[in-house]
T-cell receptor, first 116, second 118 residues
Framework: DAGVIQSPRHEVTEMGQEVTLRCKPI?????LFWYRQTMMRGLELLIY????????DSGMPEDRFSAKMPNASFSTLKIQPSEPRDSAVYFC??????????????FGPGTRLTVL | AQTVTQSQPEMSVQEAETVTLSCTYD???????LFWYKQPPSRQMILVIR??????QNATENRFSVNFQKAAKSFSLKISDSQLGDAAMYFC???????????????FGKGTHLIIQP
């Protein structure tokens, strides 16, 4: 399997611009997670989906952030308008859950976002 | 809310020696999972080891083992025979488990930077 795929790997944009990050989970996985990593806040969960449905978006910092999962093989995280404090590494992860054992979350390589 | 604490921002060990990374967590739940992830400079998050809270036996993966103390809410990682390739950030993580199936996202500690001295 190719693993979790994220694009772009690096994104540099100017304040006020719209940014879209993309993720393709591992085939067959039914959970998809978006995380953000910064020096100040560490790794934090933004939102996660189960079977394409958002389950918990309480970690989304504000209305400028939105995430969608139109099908089982694709998800986007959008920031509009972007601000310098959004600069971070954004990770996508996926997993397949099954009782009684829990599967592991597999992470993509991350997207390093820089907002100037 | 669950919290995960890694009290050692940085640790250093000689190659071939053993090192232990500390992690404590706070939760009121009884069913959960604990993980150690490794993040090398490439920033890829790599699972090192995981522990189910209902299992009393400590997990082991080759040179990596954990000391899971449920009552103390402690989950330390021991790396034996340290190798240069072990140099990385190590993150402890917690994940709640629901009795009906499914789970939350991961709650991470701040990480420990492990340096391997040749």
């Amino acid at each position: 399997d190719a693993g979790v795929i994220q694009s772009p790997r690096h994104e540099v944009t100017e304040m006020g611009q719209e940014v879209t990050l993309r993720c393709k989970p591992i085939s067959g996985h039914d959970y998809l997670f978006w995380y953000r990593q910064t020096m100040m806040r560490g790794l934090e969960l933004l939102i996660y989906f189960n079977n394409n449905v958002p389950i918990d978006d309480s970690g989304m910092p504000e209305d400028r952030f939105s995430a969608k999962m139109p099908n089982a093989s694709f998800s986007t995280l959008k920031i509009q308008p972007s601000e310098p404090r959004d600069s971070a590494v954004y990770f996508c992860a996926s997993s397949r859950e099954g009782l009684p054992e829990i599967d592991t979350q597999y992470f993509g390589p991350g997207t390093r976002l820089t907002v100037l | 809310a669950q919290t995960v604490t890694q009290s050692q921002p940085e640790m250093s060990v000689q190659e071939a020696e053993t090192v232990t990374l500390s992690c404590t967590y706070d939760t009121s739940e009884s069913d959960y999972y604990l993980f150690w992830y490794k993040q090398p400079p490439s920033r890829q998050m790599i699972l090192v080891i995981r522990q189910e809270a209902y299992k009393q036996q400590n997990a082991t993966e080759n040179r990596f083992s954990v000391n899971f103390q449920k009552a103390a809410k402690s989950f330390s990682l021991k790396i034996s025979d340290s190798q240069l390739g072990d140099a990385a950030m190590y993150f402890c993580a917690y994940r709640r488990m629901y009795s009906g199936g499914g789970a939350d996202g991961l709650t991470f500690g701040k990480g420990t930077h492990l340096i391997i001295q040749p």
